[in-house]
T-cell receptor, first 113, second 114 residues
Framework: KQEVTQIPAALSVPEGENLVLNCSFT??????LQWFRQDPGKGLTSLLL?????REQTSGRLNASLDKSSGRSTLYIAASQPGDSATYLC????????????FGKGTKLSVKP | DTEVTQTPKHLVMGMTNKKSLKCEQH?????MYWYKQKAKKPPELMFV???????INESVPSRFSPECPNSSLLNLHLHALQPEDSALYLC?????????????FGPGTRLLVL
């Protein structure tokens, strides 16, 4: 069974700290992996999409890495801010069914001023 | 314009009601999706339309009926829902539905079934 796991489930850090969110997947034959942000009661905002042939993607203070062979991805957030507080979801696409993303349960991040 | 809009934002309905959720995008995307998200759970895919053709998730009950009038609009018709159907319903779109592309999500409709 293809599963996506995110650890930790929740994380609280002081403002300014660098942090890493983890995502692991059981089947390494992925097409791509996507990181999303979700604010409470809101929709999802796509942060970064990494194709299976790529090792990392960067956008501003965010850097996502992908290690297919070990079934892992990390989202690195530099110099965290209170506005970064949200739930971060990792989703994997294995191909086949159209758009069938498999989501992890997310990491709820709280950045305290 | 990279926005997916959904209406209404909130909906309360009884188990005998008929209602519809609406989703719209003007990015020229040819694939649109409905997801269901229960509290503290990840989104679960319900339906996909690609070039106005439907791909059905077999686990979705018939009380949920999708409709894609054109490439910019996606509806979800609701009838005889159960309280356990209460959830956040998210619409998304992508360029062509190949799965290798970014999906853009709307803000969702929060549904409460009494």
């Amino acid at each position: 069974k293809q599963e996506v796991t995110q650890i930790p489930a929740a994380l609280s850090v002081p403002e300014g700290e660098n942090l890493v969110l983890n995502c692991s997947f059981t089947d390494s034959a992925i097409y791509n992996l996507q990181w999303f942000r979700q604010d409470p009661g809101k929709g999802l905002t796509s942060l970064l999409l990494i194709q299976s042939s790529q090792r990392e993607q960067t956008s501003g203070r965010l850097n996502a890495s992908l290690d297919k062979s070990s079934g892992r991805s990390t989202l690195y957030i530099a110099a965290s801010q209170p506005g970064d507080s949200a739930t971060y979801l990792c989703a994997v696409y294995y191909g086949g069914s159209q758009g069938n993303l498999i989501f992890g349960k997310g990491t709820k991040l709280s950045v305290k001023p | 314009d990279t926005e997916v809009t959904q209406t209404p934002k909130h909906l309360v309905m009884g188990m005998t009601n008929k209602k519809s959720l609406k989703c719209e995008q003007h990015m020229g995307h040819r694939a649109m999706y409905w997801y269901k998200q229960k509290a503290k759970k990840p989104p679960e895919l319900m339906f996909v339309y690609s070039y106005e053709k439907l791909s059905i998730n077999e686990s979705v009950p018939s009380r949920f009926s999708p409709e894609c009038p054109n490439s910019s609009l996606l509806n979800l018709h609701l009838h005889a829902l159960q309280p356990e159907d209460s959830a956040l319903y998210l619409c998304a779109s992508s360029q062509s539905g190949q799965g290798q592309e970014t999906q853009y999500f709307g803000p969702g409709t929060r549904l409460l079934v009494l």
